[in-house]
């Protein structure tokens, strides 16, 4: 079922928006490849995303509708220009009884980072390709439009995403394996696949795709997290074991999630334990408001030595942003902005272990390896779940992390 027709003078619209597109895809160097080029100057996004929703940077999400009349033509810029485009809304429980927040848990990515992203899994034609995260559909009509329905297989956790999806990727006589299902596990059925390309984020590799990757395989990943931006590359090197580096593009996904109808995927909440732990108030002399920084590579860094560490600040009665806070589902901490003396400012830490000491070691380790940029930073993952690490530099090099991170 096709949801959308344009008119002639729309048609006509649209296809110049496509040109530009490719146009403005290519001046930020996002796209080289004449064949995606192909792809996006073809695959008519529009169709892929009848509806979205803005919040205009509030908190407030509205439907976008291409069959309201008011908002046609504002519908039809947006799916032509490089946003992302939020198509599917969840509900986080409030504890303190407010009204429940609506959190994006699907959207048509960021075309320029859907085919940088495309680029960096250096397809072939005829290579059959597995795909985690649906969505739209928009990345999956690409990757039809490259390699034909038959080599494409596509898995949303949301069983309405992929009906949808189905129904608008038929109309435009794009067939591709298309399941309603957790990604973690893959599709064996279709398997080996020469590449696999998550569009949501990941705290590991799972051991599925090690398994259903071929000889020669590649992984394209996002790591799962708000400031990290990580994109793992990763190749085959055994029959049970992939490898490779982050890259230096920024990427920032929505998680991997387990529950279809959990929005935020693996809990990241501060447990009750911690926030009742008794404080342990210290002063520290690394100044917390650099760390709020925008240098993703530390953030990243940091990532590695803090898993699933949430990061957020602390408000005066003012509500101004007076210190920067950081909690793992164990241990909580605090380090207030205001000095309190020369090169001193105050921290409390509760729970199982001193998180903010943690921080402040990650980073004179980060400056004292001067500030490493993530490509220096590599990955080897067995389907052995136990046996999956970051390295720097070297994969048998003096320094190494555990995943999931
Ligand atoms: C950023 S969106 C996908 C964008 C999509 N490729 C496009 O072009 O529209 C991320 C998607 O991942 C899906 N997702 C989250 N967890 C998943 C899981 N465990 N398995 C499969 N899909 C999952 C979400 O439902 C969401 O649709």
């Not at 429940?100 to 048509?108: K, L």
């Not at 998550?198 to 795709?209: D, F």
């Not at 070691?361 to 500030?371: D, F, I, K, N």
């Amino acid at each position: 079922m096709v949801d959308v027709a344009l008119t002639k003078d729309e048609q006509a619209r649209a296809h110049r928006a496509r040109a530009t597109l490719v146009r403005k895809l290519t001046e930020v160097g996002a796209l080289h490849d004449p064949a995606w080029r192909q792809a996006v100057a073809e695959v008519p996004r529009h169709v892929l995303i009848p509806h979205y929703f803005d919040n205009g940077g509030s908190t407030t999400w509205l439907a976008v509708d291409s069959a309201n009349p008011d908002q046609r033509d504002d519908w039809l810029d947006a799916v032509y220009s490089d946003r992302t485009l939020v198509n599917d809304l969840g509900t986080l429980p409030s504890s303190s009884g407010d009204t429940p927040s609506r959190v994006p848990t699907g959207s048509s990515s960021l075309p320029s980072l859907v085919v940088a992203m495309l680029e960096k899994l250096d397809v072939q034609a005829d290579e059959r390709v597995l795909e985690i995260g649906t969505g739209s559909g928009y990345s999956t009509a690409l990757l039809c439009h490259r390699l034909g329905s038959s080599n494409v297989t596509s898995l949303d956790i949301n069983p309405r995403l992929v009906d949808e999806a189905r129904g608008r990727l038929a109309a435009l006589h794009y067939t591709p394996t298309l399941i309603a299902g957790d990604g973690a596990i893959g599709y064996p059925y279709g398997a080996p696949y020469d590449r696999i390309i998550a569009t949501c984020g990941v705290t590991h590799v799972p051991s599925a795709w090690i398994r259903q990757l071929g000889a020669g395989g590649r992984i394209v990943a996002p790591l799962d997290g708000t400031r990290e931006g990580g994109l793992m590359v990763l190749d085959k090197a055994a029959p049970d074991e992939v490898t490779g580096r982050f890259d230096a593009m920024l990427t920032f996904f929505m998680p991997m999630r387990d529950d279809p109808d959990h929005p935020w995927g693996p809990a990241r909440g501060m447990s009750h334990t911690a926030r009742g732990c008794m404080a342990h108030d210290g002063t520290t002399d690394l100044d917390p408001s650099t760390l709020i920084s925008d240098d993703h590579d530390w953030w990243l860094f940091l990532r590695l030595h803090l898993p699933g560490a949430t990061f957020g600040h602390t408000l005066d009665p003012a509500g101004r942003r007076d210190g920067i806070s950081v909690h793992t589902t164990a241990s909580s901490a605090i380090a207030a902005f205001a000095p309190i003396g020369p090169d001193e400012w105050r921290t409390t830490q509760r729970g199982a272990g001193r998180i903010w000491d943690t921080v402040e070691s990650a980073r004179r380790t980060w400056e004292r390896l001067g500030m490493p940029r993530r490509t220096r930073l590599g990955i080897t993952a067995l389907d052995d779940t136990n046996h999956q690490y970051v390295w720097l530099d070297d994969p048998n090099g003096a320094y190494s992390w555990p995943m999931p991170l």
